[in-house]
């Protein structure tokens, strides 16, 4: 456990933000993580004021407070209805209900970490973080941004809905995942996949394959071994490989389910 | 910091550090049912309601605590020994460690899952670990404590 000397419940982001220029100040999320570390802080600085528990549905899409829970976007009745129930099910596998009802989406985006189910859904949806102070920006950019002293506000969900799937699997109920996938598709029927806990962070499959495609599978192959894999205490770099494609292939299973029910 | 909260019921005002632990905080009050059982956020024994949500104590501040309602085993006395004599009947308690955490998502999921589906009670208590049992006596007890109401009408 860390510990801390000083606590500022922030009053706007600006406040939250000038306290977190410090080097020995840290905003705790959902802590779960943090708690983990056993480091010496001097101030803990909390947005729980800020009003940015709330997922709101907008005209673009969805907003997504950055202390909303993860069993908040788990039992969000739009949010799953627009994204196929996806958030239910690629989040139910975490920890446990208590768990849940703690850990935040701002600390599991600004985690940025390699075995995130979060992250690797939000990516397949084209998501985006709003920073303070710089702005809005891609989710795959800001995953690729060295950490630096902003303040992650919401995630935006450029869709009102979109047919998506995930799929995972894990040594264990409850522990980390040996490998994520999401795919979903765009308009004109392009599948966006991406593949999380490789264990490095998650990327989006490097091609433009359509859900139509007579020759999917195979040129599903080719894409993925573009990809690198790597080995950790879970799993093999060759396994990883394999239930890529056998994860991604069920997801493209359940896409075109979603559709055939959707003509 | 001087945080005030609801207790089991009760006001309560007290001092607490800026890293105290609502953990350390419930049992510095007299919860002793709260038990910290890992370092990892992973076992469910320290398991409390935050205005009426089951939460890992370990893993929330004390101060997120002020101005809100904590409940802890200790102040679900009456609940906790009806579906304790389900989980008696069933033998599913062996040493009783885990009991208190796991007592406190049983009675959560009660209020939040209307007729549970056998996965959906799996998946509500994944987050409660137990080194003894198998999980089946608690399964059985689950059911019948559900379904006690079904059972008393037959009788
Ligand atoms: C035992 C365990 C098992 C886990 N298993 C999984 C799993 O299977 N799958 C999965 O996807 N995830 C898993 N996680 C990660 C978890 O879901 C959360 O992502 C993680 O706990 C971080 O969220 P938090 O709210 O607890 O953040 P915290 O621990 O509070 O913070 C994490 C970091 O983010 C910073 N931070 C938090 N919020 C903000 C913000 N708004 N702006 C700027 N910085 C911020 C903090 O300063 C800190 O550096 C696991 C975590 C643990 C501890
Ligand atoms: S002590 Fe194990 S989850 Fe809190
Ligand atoms: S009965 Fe011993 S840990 Fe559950």
């Known amino acids: 456990m860390f510990s801390a000397k000083q606590y500022l419940l922030a009053q706007s982001l600006e406040e939250a933000y000038v306290a977190n220029q410090k080097r020995t100040a840290t905003i705790v999320g959902g802590m779960c993580w943090l708690k983990m570390g056993k480091r010496q802080m001097q101030t803990l600085i909390d947005l729980s004021a800020l009003g940015l528990d709330e997922i709101a549905v907008t ?55 390699g075995f995130s189910d979060v992250i690797t859904l939000l990516l397949a949806l084209d998501a985006q973080v709003e920073l303070y102070p ?29 047919p998506v799937a995930v799929q995972s699997h894990r040594n264990t109920a409850t522990d980390f995942p040996v490998l994520v996938v999401a795919a979903s598709v765009e308009q004109d029927g392009t599948l966006r996949m991406t593949v999380g806990a490789r264990p490095q962070k998650a990327v989006a499959v490097p091609a433009s394959l359509s859900l139509s495609d007579a020759d999917l599978n195979n040129h599903l192959e080719t894409a993925l071994d573009k990809i690198p894999f790597e080995k950790n205490m879970r799993a093999g770099k060759e396994f990883r490989r394999h239930l890529a494609s056998v994860l991604l292939k069920r997801a493209i299973a359940q896409l075109k389910e979603e559709q055939s029910h959707a003509n | ?46 398991t409390v309601w935050l205005d009426e949500k089951p939460v890992l104590s370990c893993s929330v501040l004390a101060v997120r605590a002020n101005g809100h309602k904590v409940t802890t085993l200790e102040g679900l006395q009456a609940q906790a020994a009806e579906f304790g004599a389900f989980l008696a009947d069933e033998g599913a308690e062996q040493c009783g460690y885990c009991s208190p955490g796991f007592i406190m998502n049983v009675l959560a999921m009660e209020k939040e899952l209307k007729q549970p589906t056998e996965e959906e009670i799996q998946q509500y208590l994944a987050g409660n670990l137990c080194r003894c049992s198998g999980y089946q006596g608690q399964l059985r007890a689950i059911h019948r404590y559900l379904n006690r109401k079904q059972e008393e009408n037959h009788e």
């Open chain 1, 59 to 113: 005209k673009e899409g969805f907003s997504i407070g950055a202390m909303v829970s993860l069993r908040q976007l788990e039992t969000h009745k739009e949010l799953n209805q627009a994204f196929c129930n996806a958030f239910a099910k690629a989040l139910s596998p975490i920890v446990g209900v208590q768990f849940r009802n703690c850990a935040t989406v701002g600390g599991s985006v600004w985690g940025r970490f």
């Open chain 2, 1 to 46: 910091m001087q945080i005030e909260l609801t207790l089991n019921g009760r006001p309560c005002k007290a001092e607490v550090t800026p890293d105290t632990r609502l953990l350390e905080f419930v049992r510095q009050q007299g919860c002793a049912s709260v038990k910290c059982g890992c370092e990892t956020s992973n076992c469910g024994l320290c």
């Open chain 1, 134 to 162: 710089s702005g809005v920006i891609a989710l795959e950019d800001f995953i690729k941004m060295p950490y630096d002293n902003q303040i992650l506000v919401r995630i935006l969900i450029p869709h009102n809905s979109k």
